[in-house]
Nanobody, 125 residues
Framework: VQLQASGGGLAQPGSSLKLSCAASGFTLDYLHIAWFRQAPGKEREVVSCISPHDGSIFYADSVKGRFTISRDNGKNTMSLQMNSLKPEDTAVYYC???????????????????RGQGTLVTVSS
């Protein structure tokens, strides 16, 4: 039972990266899914998440219009498409999934039962 993250790396400002997490041993269907990040010296924050019970999608203000969260139930994967990357997007990104009763942005990473191992995204010229 795990979430396996992939897609991190070095990117230039203004470019794009896509992060993915593949679930094994459980299904992502009907679960809250989320992406968190933690930059050096900063607190961890929720970047984006989906609450399946009302279909709402949350984006942090800092990524609105640039990042897109999605899930592929057929492939049992979740993704974060990151466009127009900025140096301040540099962080370790974590995927997470679990079943909750409230909206996804109310939960921290440690509250999620299923968490990926983290993937480093570095945005630099």
């Amino acid at each position: 039972v795990q979430l396996q993250a992939s897609g991190g790396g070095l990117a230039q400002p203004g470019s794009s990266l896509k992060l993915s997490c593949a679930a094994s041993g459980f299904t992502l269907d009907y679960l809250h899914i989320a992406w968190f990040r933690q930059a050096p010296g900063k607190e961890r924050e929720v970047v984006s998440c989906i609450s399946p019970h009302d279909g709402s999608i949350f984006y942090a203000d800092s990524v609105k219009g640039r990042f897109t969260i999605s899930r592929d139930n057929g492939k049992n994967t979740m993704s974060l498409q990151m466009n127009s990357l900025k140096p301040e997007d540099t962080a370790v990104y974590y995927c997470a999934a679990d079943r909750f009763s409230l909206r996804c942005n109310l939960y921290g990473l440690s509250e999620y039962k299923h968490r990926g191992q983290g993937t480093l995204v570095t945005v630099s010229s």
